[in-house]
């Protein structure tokens, strides 16, 4: 489960075992379990329990969605399909967010986006050592809004989306290596497609 927190952007500071996630009490309390193990990522980490685990432990920390990052080993795995899916529950569809998108923009350096380098530290048991990462951030100086109607027509068009109505949410369940096939033809096609209304510092000429 995803237990990202971006204080680290802010503080230079993640404690493994202290900082908590900001993606919901479900991840949260995934987390705290004994028997769940999480990444050293300072902003991407995830919380991992179950064969395969100590796979996507050793993912990098040097970078968010580059090259070994965990996002990158969920592709890595991909010789089959169905071997890595994304499950999204409680959020609201279509989803203002697909975090493994970025690394499918960072794939095709998109021209909204840039790396960017934070550092700090990482505690864990007590000690403490150096640590940095290259984020692939969105350009702040010119509104730039996730499309995710957009994407979500895409999937729902390709019919790679299986969800079902759960409480009051909806339970949604997608492949990797699906989402990675339509969501690059669409940016190939137009390499500002996850921009809503496109990106205005985009030379269209």
């Not at 989803?95 to 493994?100: K, L, Q």
């Not at 994407?151 to 990675?180: N, Q, Y």
Request: with cysteine.
């Amino acid at each position: 489960m995803p237990t990202f927190s971006f204080d680290f952007c802010k503080t230079g500071i993640f404690d493994l075992t202290n900082t908590p996630t900001t993606m919901g009490f479900l991840g949260e309390t995934f987390r705290k379990f004994s028997e769940t193990e999480r990444t050293r990522h300072p902003i991407y980490s995830y919380a991992l329990q179950g064969r395969g685990g100590e796979y996507f432990m050793g993912s990098s920390s040097e970078t968010c969605f580059g090259q070994d990052s965990i996002f990158d080993r969920m592709q890595c795995v991909m010789s089959e399909k169905s071997q890595v899916k994304l499950v999204y529950f409680g959020i609201a569809c279509p989803p203002f967010a697909c975090t493994y998108v970025h690394a499918l923009e960072e794939e095709m350096e998109v021209p909204y986006r840039y790396h960017k380098r934070f550092s700090g530290i990482l505690r864990e048991k007590g000690q403490e050592r150096s640590i940095a990462t290259d984020f692939f951030v969105r350009d702040l100086d010119v509104p730039v809004d996730f499309n995710g109607e957009a994407l979500w027509k895409r999937w729902l068009a390709a019919e790679i989306v299986r969800s079902v109505p759960l409480g009051d949410g909806t339970l949604v369940a997608l492949d990797v290596a699906d989402v990675r096939h339509v969501t690059l033809q669409a940016i190939r096609e137009r390499i500002d497609f996850l921009c809503k209304g496109g990106y205005a510092k985009l030379d269209k000429r």
